[in-house]
């Protein structure tokens, strides 16, 4: 796992805020303004919810693995139980009429994250590796299981409802609809995605990079690893937290799912599909895997099955998740040769993409041979219906896999010599 | 006391099955330093092929074939994946493994569907060999018990007494002198990840029919299994077999047992509220063990690693 | 088994256009249960029901009002209720005003609180949910409103009948409860306590106990507990892998008399028990197939089995939600103004599709129908699981629980 963050922190002075600074932000900030003004309906604002909410969370697990080299498997604890706090506090304030307005509920539920962890991280932190790895995943199955045994805290299977309206109205608003929590959400996004930025930059954050590459060296200079993967770890917990308040306003709803091991799962490929090696890896994972979840299962019955194999593709073949590779074209972009992969890209991808598609045509037709009802012969795929007993779409599908793979394999000894000419500083030889 | 021994007997077999599992995992992770996420699942790959291939051949010749697919398919993982990740560290061989999990669960719903299996036992067994009080034995269990005890005794005796077992030993403890002296230990390393997910095999092969093959058997199991090597202490063989039948005994002992919390409550001096719905404490009060027997594991392990993190017979650390 | 996916890529993906507009003459039912993941049998098992029962029942007929198609779109919740409640979402944007869900209480709880919430907040796209599945009783009683509809017959009301089967018969007088830890585990339990201990002094309950949902793997402990305190019957709301492990254990532990499930049949359940499981498995119900209620349902259920081998009728009061909706908008004379057709549905009392008679309480909107004891067979007209083995009626309790007392207080709309 190679860090970008490892290479800038040879800049030993905090340098001015530079454009290139603060410009990712201002543009961040622009994007997410402007979203609701192009996808208006509901259902993708929903959607668009779900997403920030996923990359806050994301962003925590990430303080862990990525910066701090905590493999953990129980993360979605600290979420559901900030969550689940935040969804009492909203019962009690519908019922005791509290003047507390609904933007200020994440402070709590990053607070009683915090609280979750760093009780439990007294004790964990001691070690990295393995034995945090597995001390994680017994307190997450721990508290799952709690969650449909101590019903009168977690609501045991219907889980816990509660009512965004009841809070103070701030400026005005009641969070009725849809929108308004857009807006509330994207405000909490951004200001946690910051703080966790800046956490990553301040002395106990570079601290947690150090303890992760080498425990040893850095306890020979005087610092607690434990300590170190302690702050980690609840400083994770506490926008983990946050992530769980904001669950908590969008569904008004929290149940044992949330706190599952399966939820803990997938937080961890979605942070490392994105990458874990930069910052803004898990915010593209984020993205990608609940584009993929809403997308992609809606067009196919076996998404799981594409979003398995990519995962393992990207173990095996990207360990820097899709950051990483966006990050390995910088050295290119830098020597202003970025243009001359152009070409060599388009020849191979192009193909590739065309054999992957070509293969997943073939598990589709494969799937709807084996399990489609019978007599129902027709099935959809690519926007064109056809029978899938005809030899034609196998043949087509094949043809497609095996001359995309050939096509792409016999133009990917040029495109290794492109980027390996793209990234070699002009004058000298390559 | 009938209750107790039939007690002991179903724990045998469930720490036995426990055992043929966890006896690969530690293996495994005393050789190339990584936990097998994925091990569960080659115990589930198992109980498919076993069932695909006893449709045709019989229960007798998938006990057979099985296991050794399972093997084939484990020695290829090690070959094509692990062994490229292994360069990235232990963590993404960690991740990779557990990404392996969700994948063949999907393969698996991919060929076989999201439905139970009738995958029965063979004919010749299915009898009850004997009864205490009502409560019958089947025959398949004590078959199970006997395959178990002699596959270990089997692994024990070629882990010490044969060449290759002491191969396999100083590989374990030293790769590199190992291959200076001419030994090939990548291959070694397949060869044990490959009998390590061929046992699994077996285990799935045997539970199967018992305890239902269906595409989520993997996750049931799949955790449990870590706990128990984990309490064992990872690379050790006996550790193994004495966790797994601690385990086993464990949760059988629970599960039958009612003992209720409020027992507990009330030596504290507490009273049983009057109208329980109103009480904070209302699920502490009719709560019994059988209902958390199944995360007393957990517990176990989380205070086994907190403090003593080389397990019960582990020489190092977790 | 494709899935009309076209309107879900056009919700979440083309999203500025108004799908409203598209088709406005089909009307709409989302149905939102598990596509994909572990309970996914379950989820298309009923999806095909329900395309099946939207065809044969209204769409070959004419459709409703003047001639509007019913377009039945399933949506996969993946079994989660934050899943659930996007899919809510695309469904009300897609102009659906009616939502069908069934598998999980839990998921249930989630939708009708979300439904009554969007329904007081947006008064101008209203959606009714119509639970065909969902048992718990406390969504016709404390948790009850008005948008909530429940088509099947709930935990307490099978229970009502289950033990009347249960006094009726002599050789049972310890019962064993067991079932998973949580509300509907709970919940069979408490209603089997108080209807034993309400019909007949003499049965003894031998044991109570709950394990943890989806979490045991071996149920040889607790069959060993059954078969040791002397029980003539086992009652068990189990589900899923959970019935199988139960009853399998059961029966091989030497167990010989029946087992009063609620969800023992289908999905592999029934091919998995087999030959072991006749004369033991008992199943209550709704809607039973051997025999069939009427020439029509034998017709009916032959007609599904042809187009969907694979599956199962394994839940017959979709053909009710199905034909009463379409009754509900005939009476309403429109589609999109569901208070009316909720008004419509409310009260409603007309033939069960599957014999008899159904009748849609208004004062909790729970349905009121008869419901049968059914027991594993095999030689029968109708089977399970592409298997030799299916449901025969043993006992039926005609419009069962009519009278059962519900303590919800519906808060009606203007």
Known sequence: MTDASQKTATITRAPALSLGQVLPWVISVIFLVAMPTIFQSNSAITIMNQMMITIVFALSYNMLLGQGGMLSFGHAVYMGVGGFFCMHLMNIVETNELPIPLPVLPIFGGLFGLGLATIVGSFSTRKAGTVFAMISLGIGELIAACSVIITAFFGGEEGMPGDRTYFMPFFGIEFLQQIEVYYLIAFWTVLSTLLMYLFSRTPVGRMANAVRDNPERAEFLGYSARWVRFFSFSAAGFFAGIAGALFAINYEILTETNLSTTQSGVILLIAFLGGVGFFFGPIIGAIVFTLLQSVLSLQSEIWQLYVGALFLATVMYFPGGLAGVLMMHVPAAKFGKLGTLVVPYIKTLVPAIIAIFGLAALMELLFHVRHASAGDDEMTLFWTTFDSHSVLPWIIACVATVGGFWLARLSAPSLREAWHRANTPKGRPA | ?318 | MRIPTKFGVTAALALSVSATAAFAENIKIAFIDPLSGPFATTGTNGLAEFQFAAEELVNKKGGVLDGDMFEVIGLDNKMDGKESLINLQVAIDQGAHYVVQGNSSGIAHALTEAVNKHNRRNPDSQVLFLNYSAVDPALTNEKCNFWHFRFDANADIKMDALTDAIVQNDEISKVYLIGQDYSFGKAVAEAAQRDLGAKKDSIEIVGNELHPIGKVKDFTPYARKIVSSGADAVITGNWGSDMVGLGKAIIEAGFTGPIYTYYAASNGITRTFGEAGVGKINLVGEGALNPAGSPEVDEYVDAFEAKYPDHDISQPRIANVVRMLAMAIEEAGTATDVVEVAKALEGMETDNFWGGKIKMRAEDHQAIQDVYVMEQASGLKHLLDNSDYGLETAVKVEMASADIPTTCEMERPE
């Open chain 2, 1 to 318: 006391m009938d209750l107790v021994i039939i007690n002991l007997i179903d724990g045998l077999f469930y720490g036995l099955l426990l055992f043929m599992l966890s006896s690969g995992l530690t293996l495994i992770f005393s050789m190339m330093g990584v936990l097998n996420f994925a091990h569960a699942s080659f115990y589930m790959l198992g109980a498919y092929f076993a069932y695909q291939i006893s449709m045709y051949l019989g229960f007798w010749m998938g006990l057979l074939i099985a296991p050794l697919l399972v093997g084939v398919v484990g020695a290829l993982v090690e070959r094509y994946g692990l062994r490229r990740v292994h360069q990235y560290g232990h963590v993404p061989e960690l991740i990779f493994t557990f990404g392996l999990a969700l994948l063949i669960e999907e393969v698996i719903k991919f060929f076989w569907g999201n439905n139970l299996m009738a995958y029965q036992e063979p004919e010749i067994l299915k009898f009850a060999l004997f009864s205490i009080g009502n409560n019958a034995v089947p025959a398949y269990k004590v078959f199970m018990i006997f395959t178990s005890v002699a596959i270990f005794i089997g692994l024990l005796y070629i882990l010490t007494r044969t060449r290759i077992g002491m191969i396999i030993q100083a590989a374990l403890s030293y790769p590199r002198t190992v291959e200076a002296l001419g030994h090939n230990v990548p291959l070694i390393f397949m060869g044990v990840f490959g009998v390590g997910t061929a046992l699994a095999g077996v285990a799935g092969v045997l539970a199967g029919p018992v305890l239902g093959t269906f595409p989520g058997m993997a996750f049931v199991l799949g955790s449990i299994v870590f706990v128990t090597i984990v309490i064992g202490g990872l690379g050790s063989l006996w550790g193994a077999l004495v966790a797994s039948l601690l385990l086993g005994w464990l949760t059988t002992f629970a599960a039958s047992s009612s003992f209720p919390f409020a027992s507990i409550l009330e030596s504290f001096g507490m009273q049983r509220p009057e109208s329980l719905s109103d009480s904070y404490l209302r699920d502490l009060w009719t709560l019994t063990l059988p209902q958390i027997g199944p995360i007393l594991p957990y517990i176990l392990m989380v205070l086994i690693l907190v403090f003593r993190p080389h397990g019960l017979f582990g020489k190092r650390d977790v």
